[in-house]
């Protein structure tokens, strides 16, 4: 064999030691990328291939053209075998996938995508009792983190779930059969900066520049009495975010609340910016614009993100399932099953369960003389109570046709000391203003964020231009 040709494994060994490193890391990275049908032939490739290597070397006594420089068998064999063993502890290492859940997913096509090929796991996901949180929580933007063995198989899933406190749905596997727990984790939060350009709608341009669903749901309600997301957006709007993302070991678990936030539509300016306000009975901080006015009122007009009316305000409606003309004292909003139901203002639970044609309803009862009920829906959010307080735009509930109800949809009603209004046209009481105190701490709270707002304006003015 000739000295210093490709086939010379003592010259490689002893002048490029790297190759066989890197070897063992790119076999490990192909076999990471693909199907649970292609890992284990390019498993067993990278086996025969360090064994073909060790054969060959036994058989040959001596790799090098010269007795000086010749090597005994054992210590070749051991040089040889370094490598190989290096590919299979890579090899045997699970493999650790990030996926974020899209609109129109399923919980199997996010599983194949990140190349799981476990039918027992999707099995013990959908008739475990204690898994079934993941199906109650699951929306646009929640990020999984999966980590599989060499053959496709599920090692363990990671799901944050909602709520302040970071709590994850653990999925292991134990020998042939899966555990699920809840757990907490040790997260750190960083504030995030980002901007974007309409072009066709919010969600969409979330979307390109990697914003998560539930910002872009933030920035909704937060500008939704000023702009109508429906109607209003324009080609061309733009808005920046500033925002907390609760990450792990350096990912993103979820997103947390808007820090300070600018859209401009059709030209006008509306910026936000975050208050941690300490008064008395206060739901821990609200929004204020840059010049300190609320910028909320005390009640949402609707109690969901995005619907249509089908039932008005009315004294006088055929009712569709009694078939009867009779007074519609509230809205209905249309609206698919599960859809997320809002509280429209701080309040608390007067009453949660089933009542009449209501069906499964809710009633908050909110400071002074008013009060809201969210009717025929399919179920109530993890641990709502009577009693329990509830801050505005939280979720309560879910959609649903329970009670007197065609079909899938909320019946939303807004009373002032018991007399029924129409929610769409009563005059809103405004959020309480700050002091003078108050206004000077947030000013000092705030000035860092509008300033960011400031630079971040001016930089896309400058790129534009």
């Given at each position: 064999?000739?000295?210093?040709?490709?086939?010379?494994?003592?010259?490689?060994?002893?002048?490029?030691?790297?190759?066989?490193?890197?070897?063992?890391?790119?076999?490990?990275?192909?076999?990471?990328r693909q199907s649970g049908y292609y890992r284990p032939l390019l498993a067993a490739f990278a086996v025969v291939f360090g064994l073909g290597a060790l054969i060959a070397s036994s058989a040959s006594g001596t790799l090098a053209d010269s007795p000086d420089e010749a090597l005994?068998?054992?210590?070749?064999?051991?040089?040889?075998?370094?490598?190989?063993a290096e590919t299979l502890e890579s090899v045997a290492q699970p493999f650790i996938h990030e996926e974020k859940f899209r609109r129109g997913d399923s919980v199997a096509a996010l599983m194949q995508r990140a190349g799981v090929d476990d039918e027992a796991a999707l099995q013990f996901l959908h008739t475990d009792p204690a898994a079934q949180i993941l199906f109650r929580q699951l929306s646009p933007g929640k990020n999984f983190t999966l980590e599989t063995g060499p053959h496709g198989e599920l090692e363990r899933l990671l799901f944050p779930l909602?709520?302040?406190?970071?709590?994850?749905?653990?999925?292991?596997?134990?020998?042939?059969?899966?555990?699920?727990?809840?757990?907490?984790?040790?997260?750190?939060?960083?504030?995030?900066?980002?901007?974007?350009?309409?072009?066709?709608?919010?969600?969409a341009a979330a979307d390109a520049v990697g914003i998560p669903d539930a910002v872009a749901t933030q920035l909704a309600d937060l500008f939704g009495g000023d702009?109508?997301?429906?109607?209003?957006?324009?080609?061309?709007?733009?808005?920046?975010?500033?925002?907390?993302?609760?990450?792990?070991?350096?990912?993103?678990v979820r997103s947390g609340r808007i820090l300070a936030a600018e859209f401009i539509n059709a030209g006008r300016s509306y910026r936000a910016a975050w208050f941690a306000d300490d008064r008395p009975g206060s739901p821990g901080g609200a929004y204020y614009t840059a010049d300190g006015k609320p910028l909320r009122k005390a009640f949402l007009r609707s109690p969901l993100e995005f619907s249509?009316?089908?039932?008005?305000?009315?004294?006088?409606?055929?009712?569709?399932v009694l078939k009867t003309w009779r007074a519609h004292k509230g809205i209905d909003f249309g609206a698919p099953t599960g859809t997320r139901v809002k509280a429209t203002g701080d309040g608390v639970v007067d009453f949660a369960g089933i009542q009449g044609g209501y069906g499964k309803v809710i009633i908050l009862r909110h400071p002074g003389r008013y009060s809201t009920l969210y009717g025929h829906l399919s179920a109530f959010a993890l641990g709502l109570r009577k009693g329990k307080r509830v801050s505005q735009?939280?979720?309560?509930?879910?959609?649903?046709?329970?009670?007197?109800?065609?079909?899938?949809?909320?019946?939303?009603?807004?009373?002032?000391?018991?007399?029924?209004?129409?929610?769409?046209?009563?005059?809103?009481?405004?959020?309480?203003?700050?002091?003078?105190?108050?206004?000077?701490?947030?000013?000092?709270?705030?000035?860092?964020?509008?300033?960011?707002?400031?630079?971040?304006?001016?930089?896309d003015l400058a790129r534009i231009d």
């Open positions: 064999m000739r000295k210093g040709s490709l086939l010379d494994w003592t010259f490689l060994q002893t002048n490029c030691p790297w190759i066989f490193k890197v070897k063992g890391r790119i076999l490990a990275q192909l076999i990471s005994p068998r054992q210590e070749i064999s051991e040089q040889l075998a370094l490598p190989l909602n709520g302040g406190e970071e709590r994850v749905l653990t999925i292991t596997r134990q020998a042939d059969r899966f555990m699920a727990a809840e757990t907490s984790l040790p997260t750190e939060t960083r504030v995030m900066t980002q901007a974007a350009e309409i072009r066709s709608s919010l969600f702009i109508d997301f429906l109607h209003d957006l324009r080609k061309g709007d733009r808005f920046t975010v500033i925002y907390e993302s609760i990450t792990y070991l350096g990912r993103p249509r009316i089908t039932s008005g305000f009315t004294l006088a409606r055929f009712h569709p735009g939280e979720v309560i509930g879910f959609v649903g046709a329970t009670g007197l109800a065609s079909g899938p949809h909320l019946h939303y009603e807004f009373r002032i000391d018991n007399a029924y209004q129409n929610p769409l046209t009563v005059a809103l009481p405004g959020a309480p203003a700050l002091s003078e105190i108050q206004m000077a701490r947030f000013r000092a709270q705030a000035a860092d964020r509008l300033a960011q707002l400031d630079l971040i304006r001016s930089f």
